[in-house]
């Protein structure tokens, strides 16, 4: 079971109940069977929302299969992003997610965070630095009245890929890790999202026009 929401300080959207968010006191965590798109709370947020229609071999994917199409990710990402600003938190999807442009959002320096027009702090950071087999580039979307805290922005060697194809270093096919190994979030990554929306002190205030 999940916690027990008195005691939650986060809420992890579109999570696995085999991760590291799930059985935790501090976290109250919604999977496929919760559906995140229907939350509704105050708690802030660490969301990762579903990518295989938003990745960059989505358009290749769809002329290979039609009924696959670009961004058809059942409102997930849209989701997940109306909850960050609403709540505060942050929201992770893989580096050069085609979502990104799509919903407005600025792609991220190569290290250190961003801060948008918007408010939203954007950045780049390598899962291999928080324990990943693969390097596994991830951009994330932060809100909060607090600024973000910084994370480890190194780019430690790795031994796996998570795609078939070739990555730009030239690594073989055979060191191609397990989708389950893939997809997976590395506890110490976890743990830095869920230290990062914890200190996020919740959304800013709207801003008021000059009419309000």
């Known amino acids: 079971m999940t916690s027990n929401t008195d005691e939650c300080l986060v809420a992890a959207l579109f999570v696995s109940r085999k991760g590291p ?3 935790r006191r501090d976290v109250d965590a919604w999977d496929k069977k919760r559906d995140a798109r ?6 802030p947020i660490v969301a990762h929302p579903p990518c295989a229609r938003w990745c960059r071999l989505a358009n290749l994917v769809e002329t290979l299969h039609p009924s ?3 961004g058809d990710d059942h409102g997930c990402f ?16 893989p580096a050069w997610s085609l979502a990104w442009a799509f919903h407005g959002l600025i792609a991220p320096p190569a290290r250190g965070w961003h801060r948008c027009m918007d408010g939203t702090w954007v950045c780049e950071v390598s899962q291999a630095a928080y324990g990943h087999r ?5 951009w994330l979307a932060y809100v909060g009245r607090n600024p973000p ?9 790795y031994n796996g890929v998570v795609s ?15 989708p389950s190994e893939a997809s997976r979030t590395p506890p110490a990554f976890a743990e830095a999202l869920i230290g990062l929306t914890k200190n996020c002190g919740g959304s800013p205030e709207p801003r008021r026009t000059i009419n309000d």
């Open 21 to 23: 968010y799930w059985g």
């Open 38 to 43: 229907n939350y509704r709370g105050e708690l």
């Open 68 to 70: 696959l199409r670009v």
């Open 78 to 93: 849209a989701c997940a992003l109306a909850s960050l600003r609403a709540a505060g938190g942050v929201l992770e999807h």
């Open 134 to 138: 693969a390097q596994k580039l991830t």
């Open 149 to 157: 805290a910084p994370l480890d922005w190194s780019r430690p060697t």
């Open 164 to 178: 078939g194809l070739r990555n730009n270093c030239g690594r073989a096919l055979s060191e191609r890790v397990r």
